[in-house]
């Protein structure tokens, strides 16, 4: 059994590069980076990958909406969604990501009309809330399929998985090290922080890529 | 004359041999570097490839049309229902197939008596059409099996032409400790993986990232600082003049490009 990459295997990868001594991120003694804000560069690291290549989704599902409520709020660990579906409790509809521009266009009086939903507007008043066009003239709910918030590092002796899939962490850890020579003060590195930079990039483009290589030969 | 390509067995202790004897002879990479860089390299080989891969038996749900994937689904994953294929499609398609995919129950009015089609919900997850009405085994023919080298004897089996591309790549990626120099010689070793990992997964090609790269060469390091190595002070560093040379030559190329190709 192959143990999973934790965020304390992480920090260890990172502190041989940076020539601190590895005790798998639990000191820091030249002074230049402390482990909570390695920590901190690694959830922000990871949560932005997850936000960008849409690679490890789940199924969230919003509260009971009462017809005429155009507006659902999506459940907290949301970061990006990949597909919305209305259900009316005994049918599924997927509805169409529009802006209002588009909602004003395919249907004038969306607003005022309830309906049965054809689409949703997009973080239109607040980031994790869409707004139904039409508003549902029956009770129902939003399934939403999107990359939500990955675990929280603690740098404890246990270790806590990533979750991203293994195959990834190489790229996390060029985005902890791009973090890392960017902090400006004597760690600072320009030629470092570049490269680990154009690492990064690459993992999202590829990664991205890789979706949709999953069902094409 | 014969396709099939050769195939080499490499164990850990080799790969080590391998890499130290690409590196010079005193020793600034410990042992541990170099198991971190050639299991790094692996795991960035089968993200990029799907090199190694198995196949897994999932359980269905009578309650969700949705099944967990042990593991990352791999290029071109297969999907089969008592030895019967399923079409994958994109989780939008299925959407226009079936609007009604989330209630659909395979057997029940409307809808097939068995699973038509799958989508992948990112790279652990897939949807079922119609879902499965009670707890079945669907056998799904591409996860990732990435391997993790640890003891000398562990071994891959992989092309020759490929194990050196990945010797290429650790000894870039150990690169990174000593600093910007070493890596800018290295660089060679990087370009060669994405253009092999490329040559396996054709969809990195048609990617812009690729693009670019295959265009302007690698997006590094144009503007970077060249530290030398063991330096944590870039800016007061001093470029050689081969990488001078070889930056000013990148830098025109990018002119060049940004002129429309003149």
């Known amino acids: ?217 | 004359m014969s396709y099939t390509q050769p195939v080499v067995t490499a164990t850990f202790a080799e790969l080590q041999a391998l890499v130290r004897g690409r590196l010079e002879s005193v020793p600034y990479w410990t042992d541990t570097d170099i198991q971190q860089a050639i299991n790094d390299a692996l795991r960035l080989w089968s993200w990029l490839t799907s090199y190694w891969r198995k196949r897994v038996n999932v359980a269905t749900s009578s309650s969700t049309p949705l099944v967990v994937v042990p593991g990352t689904l791999a290029q071109s994953t297969a999907i089969t229902w008592a030895r019967e294929p399923l079409v994958g499609v994109a989780l939008a398609e299925l959407a226009l197939l079936a609007p009604d995919w989330w209630y659909a129950r395979m057997g029940t009015a409307r809808h097939p008596s068995r699973p038509l089609f799958w989508a992948p919900v990112g790279l652990s997850l897939l949807a079922l059409y119609p879902g499965a009405d009670a707890v079945y085994q669907l056998e799904v023919d591409g996860v990732r099996e990435t391997p993790v080298l640890f003891n000398g004897g562990d071994a891959i089996d992989i092309g020759p032409e490929e194990l050196d591309t990945l010797l290429g790549y650790v000894v870039h990626s150990l690169a990174l400790k000593p600093g910007s120099a070493l890596l800018t010689r290295t660089l060679p070793g990087l370009e060669a993986f994405v253009r092999a990992a490329a040559t396996r997964n054709p969809l990195i090609r048609q990617t812009r990232w690729y693009s670019t790269v295959v265009k302007e060469g690698y997006p590094w390091p144009q503007t970077a600082n060249l530290a030398e190595p063991g330096s944590s002070g870039p800016n007061t560093s001093r470029q050689d003049g081969a990488e001078d040379a070889a930056g000013a030559a990148r830098v025109a190329r990018v002119a060049r490009v940004a002129e429309g190709g003149r």
């Open chain 1, 1 to 217: 059994m192959i143990p999973p990459i934790t965020d304390r295997r992480l920090l260890d990868a990172v502190q041989r590069v940076v020539l601190e001594p590895a005790d798998f991120g639990a000191a820091w003694p030249s002074g230049l980076w402390t482990t909570a804000e390695v920590l901190a560069y690694l959830s922000q690291r990871q949560d932005r990958f997850l936000k960008e290549t849409l690679a490890v989704c789940a199924h969230l599902q919003t509260a009971l909406l009462v017809p005429g409520d155009g507006t659902a709020d999506i459940p907290a660990p949301w970061l990006a969604t990949l597909s919305v579906m209305w259900d009316s409790g005994t049918a599924g509809r997927p509805l169409l990501p529009l802006t209002r521009r588009e909602a004003d266009l395919l249907q004038p009086d969306w607003q005022q009309t309830p309906g049965s939903p054809l689409g949703y507007i997009p973080e239109e008043y607040a980031t994790r809330q869409v707004t139904l066009v039409p508003a549902p003239d029956l009770p129902g709910f939003l399934h939403v399929f999107a990359a939500v918030v990955g675990q929280t590092f603690t740098g404890l002796d246990t270790g806590v998985a990533i979750t991203v899939p293994d195959e990834c962490a190489p790229y996390l850890g060029y985005g902890v090290l791009a973090d890392m020579f960017g902090k400006q003060g004597r760690g600072y590195d320009e030629g470092r922080r570049a490269y680990c930079e154009a690492r990064w990039d690459e993992g999202v483009a590829l990664t991205q890529a890789l979706l949709k290589a999953v069902v094409i030969s």
